[in-house]
């Protein structure tokens, strides 16, 4: 193999790596052949193969990307979380309103689907013909409203409560897991 | 025959440094005639010392080309001050153990 061939694989291996990484091996080791001069093959022979060349320096890299994240101490946390005080306590009563709101409809909806047949059923045994069909029918409506709304509801609640915590979580600097949808 | 980690190295690759400017090629026969070190591992610990900023490297021109050479900077002397001191004392202990009883 040439050295013009030992680079070219060399640099084949290195595909994934970011530009200024993979010319700056490619420069070492180019000029290091070079250095080795009539002793080329020799010396190609000693590093090994370009495969087993790029994995040690693939393997460097890999170490030197992990950056240094120091490591948030309790008080940071909590001097954070007292900072940052108006913008969570915004958050969170926006999202307790938004479940009591929707608790409230269902609630309502539901007590309305129980109590306006009975409603309707004594008015109709008392010959308000009129009134009892109407508080039968709305008892109806509000059981169809009910049905149609709680899915949503509990979908609109567990969503918002993952996300609140999510952002609640990045403000006081805890990392936040990726969120699965 | 006892193995070289990558404390070692470093330190070996400044102590070499700071005594001259040299180049990775040359630095690579330097070391092998010292220690058990494979042709390709150098690289790797050139990059992280000049990353961390312990050497820096320039260019100068020898028969038409580029030669690479590393430098050593105050930063790197001061890590290769600490590396002595840490050197004599794991030399020390292991010593304590290893030594022939001369009394």
């Known amino acids: 193999m040439s050295t013009e061939e030992y680079i070219n694989q060399l640099a084949g291996c290195l595909h994934g790596m970011n530009d200024e990484e993979r010319s700056s091996a490619l420069v070492y080791y180019r000029e290091y052949l070079a250095e080795a001069g009539d002793n080329a093959a020799a010396a190609m022979e000693a590093l090994g193969s370009p495969q087993s060349v790029a994995e040690r320096i693939l393997a460097e890299a890999e170490d030197a990307k992990e950056p240094y994240k120091p490591k948030q101490s309790v008080w940071v946390t909590v001097l954070l979380a007292i900072a940052n005080f108006p913008l969570w306590i915004t958050l969170l009563s926006l999202w307790l309103s938004l479940l009591i709101t929707m608790a409230a409809i269902l609630l309502a909806f539901a007590a309305a689907t129980i109590i306006a047949p009975i409603q309707g059923i004594v008015d109709l045994t008392s010959s308000m013909y009129g009134h009892g069909l109407w508080s039968i029918g709305s008892g109806i409506l509000s059981a169809g409203l009910a049905l149609l709304l709680w899915k949503p509801f509990l979908k609109a609640a567990v969503v918002s409560t993952k996300y609140s915590f999510m952002i609640l979580k990045k403000m006081i600097g805890i990392p936040a897991k990726e969120v699965r949808t | ?103």
Do not use: C
């Open chain 2, 1 to 103: 025959m006892f193995p070289i980690g990558s404390a070692l190295l470093d330190a070996m690759v400044l102590s070499i440094t700071s005594k001259e400017e040299t180049y990775g090629y040359k630095l690579t026969q330097e070391m092998q005639s010292a220690a058990n070190v494979s042709e390709s591992t150098l690289y790797p610990v050139l990059r992280r010392l000049q990353k961390n900023g312990a050497l820096e490297t320039f260019d100068r021109p020898y028969m038409g080309r580029n030669r690479r050479y590393y430098r050593i900077t105050a930063l790197g002397t001061a890590m290769l001050r600490q590396y002595r001191i840490d050197w004599e004392q794991h030399k020390a202990q292991v010593d304590a153990i290893l030594k022939e009883d001369t009394t």
